[in-house]
């Protein structure tokens, strides 16, 4: 069964960097894989930041950036701010219209 | 402005079947460019897919879920479906409809607001 990671939780400064990851428990993060990712405050529905690897979404500040690192997805916050606190999902597109979500980052900014 | 509406009962007992009800507002319903599907979130959890329904009534189901759910459409209400059978506490959720682009973007891009289903007796 596949199985899309995440960090459980990340502390980071006001202003400060952080990068969240997305890998899976066997095999490499590629972006055959379409990797997404998402905002989710509380009670709203997750809103897609980067899309297709490093893709913006329309509105998505532009601290908000997609990558691949190594063997992972990667979405690195910089300069975050207070109301980057929040939880966040990758995706991962696993073909024949599958997508498995990851099971979330919870960020803290202090 | 795309609006997705979430509609049925909120309390189901187990060993029942859920069923939900995803509204939608705009004529990209019935488009060849989307798929429509279902997406759950246990309370205090994570997010997991549930299946897509295309215009046509194709379908695809998570292969976790895939023996007890059933995901339908009816272009002539702007509607699709989703049936879970046999649910447990473990089906307690947080249950969303989202839209999902065909081409290379392959992001859930507009979502429900939710509906949140207990199973208990």
């Known amino acids: 069964q596949t199985v899309v990671t995440q960090e459980p939780s990340f502390s980071v400064s006001p202003g400060g960097t952080v990068t969240l990851t997305c890998g899976l428990t066997?095999?490499?993060?590629?972006?055959?894989?379409?990797p997404t990712w998402y905002q989710q405050t509380p009670g709203q529905p997750p809103r897609t930041l980067i899309y297709?690897?490093?893709t913006r979404s329309s509105g998505v500040p532009d601290r908000f950036s997609g990558s691949i690192l190594g063997n992972k997805a990667a979405l690195t916050i910089t300069g975050a701010q207070a109301d980057d606190e929040c939880d966040y999902f990758c995706v991962l597109y696993m073909g024949s219209d599958i997508s498995i979500f990851g099971g979330g980052t919870k960020v803290t900014v202090l | 402005q795309l609006q997705l509406q979430e509609s049925g009962p909120g309390l189901v007992n187990p060993s029942e079947t859920l069923s939900l009800t995803c509204t939608v507002s705009?004529?990209?319903?019935?488009?060849?460019?989307?798929?429509w599907a279902w997406i759950r979130q246990s309370p205090g959890k994570g997010l997991e897919w549930i299946g897509s329904v295309y215009y046509s009534g194709s379908t695809s189901y998570n292969p976790s879920l895939s023996s007890r759910v059933t995901i339908s459409i009816d272009t002539s209400k702007n509607q699709f479906s989703l049936k879970l059978s046999s649910v447990t506490a473990a089906d307690t959720a947080l249950y969303y409809c989202a839209r999902r682009a065909t081409g290379a973007r392959k992001d859930f891009d507009y979502w429900g607001q939710g509906t949140l289903v207990t199973v208990s007796s």
């Open positions: 705009d004529g990209s319903f019935t488009t060849s460019f989307y798929y």
């Open positions: 066997s095999g490499s993060v590629s972006p055959s894989y379409y």
């Open positions: 297709n690897t490093n």
